[in-house]
């Protein structure tokens, strides 16, 4: 009897030692087929955002008619709130009759290249007696430029320009016999006319 319990003990450490290894062997076994699995890390990707086109807020600057650096203004606009030494800049006289200027004459001592101030359409031409050849172009936001004076004409009523367009040269008429060479250059908003200096500090979205 106390050999057999003598047996028993002995057995029990030795199965528990047993289970003990069993255990770790598997988790070793385990841990070993996880490290060994391939791994995919091709994540989805969310693509909602993908063709979004970003918006940019565009604006259309404005041109003056000309490019050359040489052209200054000859008589200004007439502004009634203007102060006096600008509005006596501002008259025209003709024929013995002083006239308030419908627009802003630049001149220089070089005939100069003339140019839309903003895409448009051409929607006349003509050619007056007094004032020369004059040519209207008709813009978004019921814009309307006239270049008066001006010669070298290859446009036509329909044609369209695109901004910075040449459309003429600088020349003369009867009633600016005081300059080399010159253009006069007015602007209709509504029908109704505004000052050109103004009128290029504006972004044609905001009319």
């Known amino acids: 009897m106390i050999k057999a319990k003598k047996m028993i003990i002995p057995s029990i450490y030795i199965s528990a030692v047993i289970l003990i290894v069993a255990s770790i062997l ?5 841990i070993n087929k996880y490290l060994t699995i391939p791994k995919d890390y091709n994540y989805a990707v969310d693509t909602k955002f993908e063709n979004v086109v970003p918006v940019v807020e565009t604006q259309t600057t404005i041109i003056k008619p000309y ?5 200054k203004v000859g008589k200004y606009f007439y502004d009634f709130e203007a102060d006096e ?8 006289f003709y024929e013995n009759t002083y ?4 627009g802003v004459d630049y001149v220089s001592d070089s005939v100069f290249d003339i140019v839309a101030v903003l895409d448009g359409e051409v929607i006349s031409v003509e050619t007056d007696s007094t004032l020369g050849n004059i040519i209207k172009l008709k813009h978004d936001k019921n814009l309307i430029t006239v270049y ?6 290859d ?3 329909g044609n369209t320009v695109n ?6 040269t600088s020349g003369t008429s009867k009633i600016n016999t005081n300059y080399t060479t010159s253009l006069h250059f007015e602007v209709y908003y509504n029908g109704e006319l505004m000052d050109p200096e103004n009128f290029y500090t504006l972004n044609i979205e905001d009319l």
Do not use: A
């Open 163 to 168: 901004q910075g367009t040449i459309i003429g």
């Open 148 to 153: 008066q004076g001006i010669d070298n004409i």
């Open 85 to 92: 030494e600008r509005q006596q800049n501002s008259i025209i």
């Open 155 to 157: 446009l036509k009523e």
């Open 26 to 30: 598997l988790v070793i076994s385990s």
């Open 67 to 71: 490019l050359s650096e040489d052209v």
């Open 99 to 102: 006239m308030q200027n419908s």
